[in-house]
């Protein structure tokens, strides 16, 4: 079950559709960043995640970009990162753009 907490996008995303992938972000040490300090980091299963873009796409099928939450999405697996991926892909026919947020060291990585 997802926590309730604020949750944070950039201000280019406010026409995105959000699907939070996790709570809080992984790393949550950067100094100048309070956005998840109270939130405990947990990645959700893919079949939480597969739920949320189900009951997303009942009210957002025409939608054309995601930004998915929360902090560093990018930490997650190339493998569960991909299966979002090619999941938004396939539910959302007119999808052209996916952001997240990402630190550097999860970039590098
Ligand atoms: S990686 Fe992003 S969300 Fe996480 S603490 Fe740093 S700025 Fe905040």
Redesign the pocket.
């Known amino acids: 079950m997802m926590n309730e907490h604020t949750m944070?996008r950039p201000p280019a995303e406010v026409n995105s559709l959000i699907i939070r992938v996790a709570d809080?972000?992984?790393?949550?040490?950067?100094t100048?960043?309070?956005?998840?300090?109270n939130v405990k980091y947990r990645p959700f299963s893919f079949d939480e995640i597969k739920r949320s873009v189900a009951n997303a796409a009942k009210y957002n099928s025409g939608i054309r970009r995601i930004f998915l939450a929360?902090?560093?999405v990018m930490s997650l697996s190339f493998d569960k990162l991909s299966e979002i991926l090619k999941l938004l892909n396939s539910t959302f026919q007119k999808l052209s753009r996916v952001n997240i947020?990402?630190?550097g060291n999860?970039i590098l990585k």
């Open positions: 944070f809080g972000c992984p790393w949550n040490k950067c100048f960043c309070g956005m998840y300090k929360d902090g560093d947020y990402a630190n999860s």
